[in-house]
């Protein structure tokens, strides 16, 4: 998997109106998520390193990165090391 992270976008509650919405716009991706899953981080000496998330951790992403994958009916995506911006306190 090397320094990749797989993370559960966290998807934010779309407000009510009493208006009827004529066109349905595509809604933006989250920058919030929800680690699931880190690969191993090495240094260009390949020793390895622990990265700075963990599963459970709640992180700050690109809004549009990462590879979208179905596992068990949930939609996961992969992303770089990278593009993690912070962890957010939870």
């Known amino acids: 998997m090397g320094p990749r992270i797989l993370v559960?976008?966290?998807?934010?509650a779309k407000?009510?109106?009493?208006?009827?919405?004529?066109?349905?716009?595509?809604?933006?991706p989250?920058?919030?998520?929800?680690?699931r899953y880190t690969g191993e981080l090495k240094t260009q000496k390949g020793i390895k390193v622990d990265m700075d998330v963990k599963p459970g951790d709640h992180i700050?992403?690109?809004?549009?990165?990462?590879?979208?994958?179905?596992?068990?009916?949930?939609?996961?995506?992969?992303?770089?090391?990278?593009d993690a911006l912070a962890v957010l306190e939870k």
């Not at 559960?8 to 934010?12: F, I, L, Q, S």
């Not at 989250?30 to 680690?35: N, P, R």
């Not at 068990?72 to 992969?78: P, R, S």
């Open 60 to 82: 700050l992403l690109k809004k549009y990165s990462g590879t979208p994958v179905t596992i068990n009916d949930e939609e996961l995506y992969f992303i770089d090391y990278a």
């Open 8 to 12: 559960k976008r966290v998807t934010a």
């Open 30 to 35: 989250s920058q919030e998520g929800i680690v």
């Open 15 to 28: 407000p009510s109106s009493q208006i009827i919405d004529v066109v349905e716009l595509e809604p933006e």
